[in-house]
Nanobody
């Protein structure tokens, strides 16, 4: 496990942008695959964006393709999520996550993103 600290959540208007940042502890950050998840009240936690383990390429949930961009800076031990064209449906608690195996098992505390119409 690694310790993950998130920042950047807040309240934005529909159509606006927000950038979330996740800082990871440890000196082996590059060995972890990273991703972002979100969970709305009363709903299951869902995958939003992440990097593949084999290639390091990014992949996204269909609901955010073309609007969200995940980026990683191994030198700084950070992973960001740039969110553009935000919709009220994007309102949720967003979590940074990390894994070395097939499942994400390290999680940040979560940061609230609220998109007003």
């Amino acid at each position: 496990q690694v310790q993950l600290v998130e920042s950047g959540g807040g309240l934005v208007q529909a159509g606006g942008s927000l950038r979330l940042s996740c800082a990871a502890s440890g000196r082996t950050f590059s060995t972890y695959a990273m991703g972002w998840f979100r969970q709305a009240p009363g709903k299951e936690r869902e995958f939003v964006a992440g990097f593949t383990r084999s290639t390091g390429s990014s992949y996204y949930a269909d609901s955010v393709k073309g609007r969200f961009t995940i980026s990683r800076d191994n030198a700084k031990n950070t992973v960001d999520l740039q969110m553009n064209s935000l919709k009220p449906e994007d309102t949720a608690v967003y979590y940074c996550a990390a894994r070395r195996g097939v499942t994400f098992d390290s999680w940040g505390q979560g940061t609230q993103v609220t998109v007003s119409s």
